[in-house]
């Protein structure tokens, strides 16, 4: 049987390293944001490279989930999500059949990265909001209190936030977790060259280091509207 992890993201995050850490498993299968090109195409974000996530990706939730709950060559299925991309309209049934967990960020540092990616920033497209909701769901709905990880805790010491990862969601530690090969991967959404560049050439979790920087007035407010929820999430990590 097959151990379905669902890793739910806000933006700007260490996630693509995250799905390289999972990636380096013998037991494991990635799957690089599943949901992107259906929130693409419900939303109509402008977002680069529109045309050929929608010509390389699946844009029908529906088919996207029935590929997640189907067969998979390994014993454990890491999904690399963006909280975002799980819209309102989009049915939640298929969420009982996976473990979760939630790898939220600092939103000032976050926003400074966005600032260099994105003309045009929300609250929305942090993410951190739909972490908090889909957090309170998952434990209401389902029971579950899933695992936070906090992208600082995790740069600061890989090794011994991972090992308590796989604790909570019932993994064996695997010290390959740590170390990769550098390089795009086949497994890399169509967007990879756009979004991955500091991951292409890492070879394993950068030592964390402050964001230089000062936010403009619109983002400051966008900043202060998800302080609350990185605070709720922050409260629940593990600490190593």
Not at 23 to 29: E, L
Not at 47 to 68: G, K, Q, S
């Amino acid at each position: 049987m097959t151990l379905r992890i669902a890793m739910w993201s806000c933006s700007r995050n260490v996630s693509t390293a995250t799905m390289r850490s999972w990636d380096s498993r013998s037991d494991t299968t990635v799957v690089d944001e599943p949901l992107y090109a259906a929130w693409l195409k419900l939303t109509g974000a402008p977002h680069p490279m529109r045309d050929e996530i929608f010509a390389h990706h699946e844009v029908d939730w529906r088919r996207v989930v029935n590929t997640l709950c189907g067969p998979v060559p390994t014993p454990v299925l890491y999904e690399k999500h963006i909280s975002k991309h799980l819209l309102p309209e989009m049915d939640r049934g298929w969420l009982a059949s996976h473990r979760h967990a939630f790898l939220i960020r600092d939103p000032r540092p976050m926003l400074l990265s966005f600032q260099r990616k994105l003309e045009q920033v929300t609250v929305a497209e942090t993410g951190l909001p739909q972490q908090m909701e889909l957090w309170i769901w998952l434990k209401e709905r389902l029971g579950i209190a899933a695992p936070v990880v906090d992208a600082r805790d995790l740069l600061t010491d890989p090794a011994g936030v991972l090992q308590q990862l796989c604790v909570a969601l019932g993994v064996p530690w695997d010290p390959a977790m740590l170390r990769w090969e550098p390089g795009l991967r086949l497994t890399d959404g169509v967007w990879a060259p756009h979004w991955y560049d500091a991951v292409e050439t890492s070879t394993g979790f950068r030592r964390w280091r402050p964001k230089e920087g000062e936010l403009n007035d619109e983002l400051q407010a966008i900043h202060d509207a998800c302080l609350p929820a990185y605070r709720f999430l922050s409260e629940r990590r593990i600490r190593a």
